[in-house]
């Protein structure tokens, strides 16, 4: 490299994935005004929030994190790829910057100056394309720099109230714009301002079959998710459905309709409010505090971790091993799975072959009309699970109170105690209630409707569902020497009363 030589860094910030030009032509504009400089270029240095994950999020200019910087812990906006241009300048990797608007390079003044520093210590040459006359090697460079910095941050500012003092405005009248909820889109016949939100039918339909999946028929959100992915359903930014996007999804205001100050629903629920409130409740009780890889810690619901497989064999971890007593599970190459102990090894028996017994087992049983109504829970008249749910939460919070004003002094140990027992014995009558009110139907999906086909349309989650519910299957060691599949060696149990006779396998 010669001494007349300049390596300079080019820099480019994606802020809006959707509206911005792609970045083949920037690049090129960039490239072209390098050669114009006479400078080589060292390397092109892309900052946006696609890094991490792909998914296509604005880079933010001055949301603000911890960070650290020389050793030390800072706040600033989270830059990474901007601080790596920062330490080439300061390491003379590099001896050059050139970006698009001096902006759009550091619109935090704290980033401003760390490019100053670059300039002043390190004789690094900072341009912009659109502001190329702002040297940062001179004063009257950097009070010009300066203003624009500092005019640049008070217009974003400005523009951040606005937007929030028009949210505030419209709130309750009018969809604020943005990525649409999933199960809704905006009406297109809607004035300005007044923006409606109307249902997607297939997508509606989508969030109240995971709500009944989870809530009713003890399918974990990994697994509604995994079904989804499996049937190619979309999102609605068109990535893979994970635990987390559905958990997003399930937990949205949007979706019970979004009820404005006066109580009047804005849009179409998809699902009622209360069926929200039990959804949160089941997965912050299902919760665990993890460590991310930031090392800070956070509280996820345990059905939505990712470690381990979801099962992708019919009764994989619910049969039995008929030696030991223990699981089995699905083992072996692509074309020859087998269920075998999992502690032991004492049984082996072809996977596929043992699913479609029991297949034909659960589906013989839904099919006699004698089994019609077969576990359908009995009418409730008369309770409203909504107010009992509200007053539970009351109740509740009370019992909250009660401990916060004897911590502090104001009622003695028996007025707490009085209190308590009151709140106590009321709360256990109405949790009496709700349990009676909230018993699902655990085969919703058969009733007047031939079972056969409901069951080829289920995914495998809800399959195993059903499984559970309704049989034990123990694989039993053979007794026949042979290559045959012997059906009596498997046994299937219904968990059932009064229970009819079959013909497939050992069943009782």
Known sequence: MST?????????RLSDLRNEEALDGREAKLRAEAGRLGWTVHRVVVENDLNGGGKPKP?????????????????????????????????????????????RLARDPRDLEDLIDCAERKGAVIRSLSSGEIHLETGDGRAMARVVCAFSRKESEDKGRRVADARERLAGQSYGGGRRPYGYRPDPDAPKYHKKLILVGAEAAIIRQAAADILDRGISLKAVAAGLRESG??????????????????????????????????????IERDTQDRLRDLLAADSREVTGRDGKTYRVARNTSAAGNAPRWLVSLIAECGVCGGLVKCTGSATRRAYTCRDHGHVRRDAAKVDALVSVAVVDRLSLPAEADLMKPPPRPGTDAVKLRSEAKKLRDRKAAQMRMHAVGDIDDADLAAGMRVIRDRLAAVDSQLAASDAPDPLAEFRDAPADAVWDSLPLARRRAVVRLLVSVTILPVTRKGRGFDENRVRIEWNLEDTPGAHHGTVV
Do not use: C, H, N
């Not at 933010?60 to 241009?85: C, H, L, M, N, Q």
């Not at 309709?257 to 629903?265: A, E, F, K, N, S």
């Open 59 to 103: 880079a933010s200019a001055y949301k603000r994190v911890k960070i650290t910087i020389d050793g030390e812990e800072k706040w600033r906006v989270d830059r990474p790829e901007f601080r790596s241009v920062i330490a080439d300048l300061m390491a003379r990797r590099a001896t050059a910057l050139l970006a698009e608007d001096l902006d």
């Open 4 to 12: 007349a030589e300049t390596l300079a860094d080019l820099y480019l």
């Open 233 to 270: 359903t979309p999102t609605v930014t068109g990535a893979p459905w994970s635990a987390e996007t559905l958990k997003d999804v399930l937990l949205k205001d949007a979706v019970t309709g979004l009820t404005d100050d006066q109580g009047r629903v804005v849009w179409p629920a998809i």
